[in-house]
Every structure is written in C-alpha cells, then in structure tokens.
C-alpha cells in the first residue's frame, strides 16, 4: 500500500476543511499541526494541508521574491508579480467560499469568532509575510483581509499561520473528542474559563473548592459562571465590557 500524501496538491480529499499556506518556509509546516488532536485529525482526512513554496514563483536565476520599497526606506518588499503568481496557482483548486488572509500586524485582530467563522467555510488559504511586507495592490487586486495575532511584530506569519490553523481546525466537527468541551472554554461566550481541578482532592494544602465535590449540579453550573465573571472582570476590562453590553 502506499501512503497518502497529506500535504501534497496531487489529491483534494472529499469533505475535507482545505488550508493552503504561501510560504518561503514550506519545511515549517505542518510543524506542531502535525501532532496532537490536529495531526490526528491530518491523517483522518478530516482536514488537508498545502503549504505552497513562494520561492517556486520567484524571479530570475536566484528565485528572487523581493524587491526595495518604492520611495525609499529599509527592508525589501514581497513583489506582487511573484505573489499573484502564487496565489493564481494556490486558488486554482480552492473553492470560491475559502477566503484568502494575509497575516499581518496592521490587520483585523483574530479572535475566537473569526476561528469559528471559518471552520464554517470550506477552508482557507493563508499568506505569510516576510521583510518589510507585501505589495499593497496584490491586497487590493484579491481583496485580501489582514490579521493580526496581536499588538506586536514577528519576524514572518508562519508562526501566527500555525496559530490560527489550530485554533480553527480543533472546531471541525469530529476533531475534538468531546464537543462539549468548547461550550466551556475562554471565549465561547465571551468569557474567560473558569478555573479548573482535578484529583487529588488536596495537594500542597490546597483543596478543591467544596461546590465541585458536592454532586450539586446546578451549584457547580452557577459557581462556574461566577469564577468566569470574576476572572473576566478583573483581568480583561475589554472582554468584560464587550459581554456587560451585549443584548439579553
């Protein structure tokens, strides 16, 4: 028998959530995608990974993906003709519902809604930035969203490609063990999770709070949303407003 390439372009799997990555680092991935429930789920078919080399579409003899900024300044900038080559090429076999996104850290910050807006879709194909970015009409011309992990820089988007893969793909269904599990978790109703214990029932003079020994049911639904609100109010005031505002 031979084995079935998962990451590779020859084979579209039927049903399965596609994620296309455009990269100068194809060798990075699938990288932590590829263990735990994530890489369970690669090898299931339940989701399919194409990393696309940008280097293949690159210029001249050295394959070259950049050039200086127009205007001046430091850095190089990713050419556009080499980047619509490769989203040409990357979009041929992708459905029209799979949006593209650039990872950038001037883009719409990513969140848990967005995880779940496109665990909706039929997949995704992710842009990594590098040097001192992308040509902004390769972003207008394909009407790309940006998206950003956070208020800081990292030296390219495959890390934070990594990031938003996990967090979209453990929301397929089938993926996690127990569904249940996200109905829970920080952020499902925008809050933080509540804290959590586990056996034994006291460690290093710590025991587990009474309520969640106690069989009570409803005490422990309630004392759950109570530490959530808590945990929320105290240490993030934004998600705390946001939740404090939203319509009953």
Not at 57 to 84: C, I, Q, S, W, Y
Not at 117 to 125: E, H, I, K, S
Not at 228 to 240: F, G, H, I, K, V
Request: net charge neutral; proline share 7%.
């Amino acid at each position: 028998m031979k084995p079935r390439n998962l990451m590779g372009p020859d084979e579209t799997l039927a049903r399965a959530w596609q994620a296309q990555v455009i990269t100068l680092f194809p060798e990075a991935f699938p990288g932590i995608l590829g263990h735990s429930l994530t890489g369970k789920a690669l090898k299931e078919g339940r989701w399919q990974l194409q990393p696309v080399p940008l280097r293949d579409f690159g210029e001249g003899k050295h394959r070259n993906v950049d050039d200086t900024p127009a205007g001046g300044g430091a850095g190089m900038v990713l050419r556009p003709d080499v980047m619509g080559a490769a989203i040409e090429a990357a979009r041929a076999g992708m459905p029209a519902g799979a949006p593209i996104l650039y990872l950038s850290p001037r883009g719409r910050r990513f969140d848990q809604a967005m995880a779940r807006d496109l665990a909706t879709r039929p997949g995704v194909t992710l842009i990594c930035g590098r040097f001192e970015g992308l040509d902004q009409r390769v972003l207008d011309h394909y009407r790309i969203t940006e998206v950003s992990l956070g208020d800081y820089v990292l030296t390219g988007g495959e890390i934070a490609a990594q990031a938003m893969l996990d967090a979209t793909v453990r929301l397929l269904p089938g993926v996690l063990g127990n569904a249940a599990s996200t109905e829970e978790e920080s952020f499902s109703e925008g809050l933080l999770e509540h804290p959590q214990y586990t056996r034994p029932a006291e460690w290093q003079g710590l025991a587990i709070p009474e309520v969640l020994m106690s069989g009570h049911h409803g005490e422990i639904a309630k004392w759950r949303r109570a530490q959530a609100e808590d945990l929320t109010r105290q240490r993030r005031p934004d998600l705390w407003a946001a939740y404090k505002g939203r319509p009953e």
